[in-house]
């Protein structure tokens, strides 16, 4: 039986718009055990990463607010909890890595200050003089060259891969047991993505941390990530170990998703298969399923009423009413 680091239960998170309250997130339930790296992939703007920033309360304010659901983080809801007592945890329980390095770090502040000013905050004895030495051994841990040299510098003055291992190493400065990746690879290159993919994973195996990865890529989940949760326009549309989701996938959108990606044991020159039409807009959502506009096996039933999350299996679930039926027809 696996011990649960982090359990989110049924989490509502709206905003409060000109048009309207609308619900980014809706009723949202994933765990993340102790060790193991948990995937959540889906299409731009499906609330991966809104969820993550539910989970640190960074939602912005006052707009963005939790309605309801439980964050458990180490049997502590997180949902609950005063804000001093929020700002101990983000950062030292649990550290974030940022979409974009170049927006998450300060531009006018040189590198080792920023890595320094996190170590102090939450180590109040610690020196500036003993954080500025840790910070290069921070730096060292993420593989960047020259450390000593680049604690002097700023953020323009690297490149983007570095930023990133900066910011990786920021995330982790304080130990944390949780590392929420958002997106860690977006804007580098080939090479680059491998190399920052191959860093978590050897920092979480050293550390013995557990990871949320965030991303659309799901060459990255198959590589990385030990479970798989894949969404859809704000809900879990199903949820598994890896080899569930890549052989054994039961919801349509994940079976489109996959027969998206091109193999190296097709056909050559052969058209991709596409998931037709668009996800809908959060004020716009159907009636029912929220994948009905889009989903070839839609039904009356799928019109009706939203789907509830089935047991398909040992920690496999799936929230479609077609499942068994959709399964029969791709074997």
Same mark, same amino acid.
């Given at each position: =039986? /696996?011990?649960n680091?982090?359990?989110? $239960?049924?989490?509502?998170?709206t905003? #409060?718009t000109?048009?309207?309250?609308?619900r980014?997130?809706?009723?949202? &339930?994933?765990?993340?055990p102790k060790?193991?790296?948990v995937?959540?992939?889906?299409?731009?703007?499906?609330g991966? &990463?809104?969820? @993550?920033?539910s989970?640190?309360?960074?939602?912005?304010?006052?707009m963005?607010?939790?309605e309801?659901?439980?964050?458990?983080?180490?049997?502590?809801?997180?949902?609950?909890? $005063?804000?001093?007592?929020m700002?101990?945890?983000? *950062? *030292?329980?649990?550290?974030?890595?940022?979409?974009?390095? =170049?927006?998450a770090?300060?531009?006018?502040?040189?590198?080792?200050?920023?890595?320094?000013?996190?170590?102090?905050l939450?180590? /109040?004895?610690? $020196?500036t +003089?003993?954080?500025? /030495?840790?910070?290069?051994?921070?730096?060292?841990?993420?593989?960047?060259?020259?450390p000593?040299?680049?604690?002097?510098?700023?953020?323009?003055?690297?490149?983007g *891969?570095?930023?990133?291992? !900066?910011?990786?190493a920021? @995330?982790?400065?304080?130990?944390?047991?949780?590392?929420i990746?958002?997106e860690?690879?977006?804007?580098? #290159?080939v090479?680059?993505?491998?190399?920052?993919?191959?860093?978590?994973?050897d920092?979480?195996?050293? =550390?013995?941390?557990?990871?949320?990865l965030?991303?659309?890529?799901?060459?990255v989940?198959?590589e990385?990530c030990?479970d798989?949760?894949v969404?859809?326009a704000?809900?879990?549309?199903? $949820?598994?170990?890896v080899?569930?989701?890549?052989?054994?996938?039961?919801h349509p959108?994940?079976i489109?998703?996959? /027969?998206?990606?091109?193999?190296?044991?097709? +056909?050559r020159k052969?058209?991709?298969?596409?998931i037709?039409?668009?996800?809908? *807009?959060?004020?716009?959502?159907? !009636?029912?399923?929220?994948?009905?506009?889009?989903?070839?096996?839609?039904?009356?039933?799928?019109?009706?009423? &939203?789907p509830?999350?089935?047991?398909?299996?040992?920690?496999?679930?799936?929230a479609?009413?077609?499942?068994?039926?959709?399964?029969?027809e791709? @074997?």
């Amino acid at each position: =039986m /696996k011990e649960n680091l982090l359990q989110v $239960s049924e989490l509502v998170t709206t905003f #409060d718009t000109d048009a309207g309250k609308v619900r980014a997130i809706d009723g949202v &339930s994933f765990n993340v055990p102790k060790g193991e790296t948990v995937g959540v992939v889906g299409e731009s703007g499906c609330g991966k &990463s809104v969820t @993550a920033l539910s989970i640190t309360r960074l939602l912005p304010r006052p707009m963005g607010q939790i309605e309801s659901g439980k964050v458990l983080f180490n049997g502590r809801d997180l949902t609950k909890i $005063s804000l001093d007592d929020m700002h101990k945890v983000r *950062g *030292g329980d649990i550290g974030m890595v940022f979409q974009e390095p =170049m927006t998450a770090l300060n531009p006018v502040q040189t590198i080792g200050k920023q890595l320094a000013e996190i170590l102090t905050l939450h180590n /109040k004895d610690m $020196s500036t +003089e003993d954080a500025l /030495k840790k910070s290069v051994g921070l730096l060292e841990k993420v593989g960047i060259p020259a450390p000593d040299i680049r604690v002097g510098e700023y953020p323009h003055q690297l490149s983007g *891969g570095m930023r990133q291992r !900066v910011v990786i190493a920021i @995330a982790l400065a304080c130990g944390p047991s949780l590392l929420i990746a958002d997106e860690p690879t977006t804007a580098l #290159d080939v090479t680059i993505q491998a190399q920052i993919l191959t860093l978590i994973k050897d920092l979480q195996r050293d =550390m013995g941390m557990s990871v949320i990865l965030i991303t659309h890529d799901l060459g990255v989940i198959a590589e990385t990530c030990d479970d798989v949760v894949v969404m859809y326009a704000g809900k879990v549309v199903e $949820s598994g170990t890896v080899f569930d989701i890549f052989d054994r996938p039961k919801h349509p959108y994940t079976i489109g998703l996959l /027969k998206s990606i091109p193999r190296l044991d097709g +056909e050559r020159k052969v058209r991709l298969d596409t998931i037709e039409g668009m996800v809908p *807009g959060l004020l716009d959502l159907p !009636v029912g399923c929220r994948f009905q506009n889009r989903c070839p096996y839609k039904q009356d039933i799928c019109e009706q009423a &939203s789907p509830p999350i089935e047991e398909a299996g040992p920690d496999h679930g799936v929230a479609c009413y077609r499942w068994q039926e959709i399964e029969r027809e791709e @074997a």
